[in-house]
């Protein structure tokens, strides 16, 4: 058994409770969660700053870890999806190395469960072992070609049922963002989908010439179809933003987690809000100022009380895997967000998106949600230069 004891517990599900005590077995388990006057000082470890459970990263690319550092920052999505797709085979050993190394570099950052895009099978053997949660989104896309989506479909089809889940890890197929996913492709993953009880994940927003090709069919995704020597004769523009495409096609039914969100507005997230009561919108802060340099405007998503989760997007495009530094960056640049609100967006919030919340995301007695040690916070109880995590188990 283990009781941990800080200044602050965190529950997240429930107000913080001033020198609180979470009580655990040895697995992790939660049994209660109690005052420190109840307990002989001696039966506790006392450790400094605040307790938190373990963050839920709903949203990163584990396959592409052997990339990091390979391509430029600032460059912009397009350029950066080029300098993916070109630069994106290695040897099988360099990719499973970068890909166990990262899982590590997860555990350690206080990590416990990931929301994990594959579009190849090469993360499957480590994801089996079960060290980390993973909801796995095997990704598709068909470049709005609906005579290939067949192919893209039989193909995403095979790499599905390549994974051997893990217990408590779930899979879905999901589509990789309304730029590139014809309705022919949008209505396939729908039906091979369960109806309910699942979660989508789908790139969104993240670039504005991704809002120009829907708006007008304007914009650089007009030159990088006709690079790869793809047609967009059939594409015709909707008049508005790419979001309503995807609301379109997807199912109101299903947990939908929108992932960059960098330009969508308030105006956008009603929508989808009003469209279902399961949307969910993953921030990969990190990311975006790696790609675009640009953040999403956190004031639109608190204003509309929208459930904001923390993703890390891959090696790829950010420096390191971890959710805390996600949470330094916005700290950092949109200081406004309480920390009690990045928490929540850190913790439970990711778990319900991935529908974990059984098990993780706060301190519930009979939830495992992992215990954390957040120390360094600064004098106001935010997150500074100086904060740094260390998970307790
Ligand atoms: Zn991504």
Known sequence: MHKFSADRVFPVSAAPIENGVVITDDAGLILAIERREQHDPASLQILP??????????HCHLELS???????????????IMGVVTQRNAAVEVIADAIEQAERDMLAAG???????????????????GRLR?????????????????????????????????AGSRRAL???????????????????????GITISIHNQETPPENELFL????????????????????????????????????????????????????DIRAAQSWSEQVYWATCPNANLYIENRLPDYQAFMDTDARVTIGTDSLTSNWQLSVLEEMRTIARYQSYVPFETLLRWATLNGAQALGFEDSLGSFEVGKKPGVLS????????RIGRDARVERLI
């Not at 999901?174 to 309910?196: C, M, W």
């Open 49 to 58: 700053g605040v307790l938190i459970p373990g963050f839920v990263n709903t």
């Open 66 to 80: 052997h990339m990091k550092g390979k391509v430029h920052t600032g460059t912009g999505l397009i350029p950066f």
């Open 111 to 129: 990590i416990v469960a990931v929301g994990d895009i594959s579009n190849a099978p090469d993360t499957f053997a480590v994801k089996a072992k």
């Open 134 to 166: 993973y909801y796995t989104f095997v990704e598709l896309f068909d470049f709005l070609q609906e005579a290939g989506s067949d192919k893209t479909m039989a193909d995403g089809t095979a790499v599905y049922e390549q994974i051997e889940l893990a």
């Open 174 to 196: 999901v589509p990789h963002a309304p730029y590139s996913v014809s309705t022919g492709l949008f209505q396939k993953i729908r039906d091979f989908n369960p109806a309910s």
């Open 216 to 267: 007008n069919k304007t914009g650089s995704f007009l030159d990088f179809y006709g690079k790869f020597g793809i047609s967009m004769d059939a594409f015709q523009a909707t008049g508005r933003a790419s979001i309503y495409y995807a609301l379109e096609h997807l199912n109101p039914q299903q947990r939908t987690l929108f992932v960059h969100n960098t330009l969508t507005t308030r105006d």
């Open 374 to 381: 957040l120390q360094g916070l600064d004098a106001e109880g």
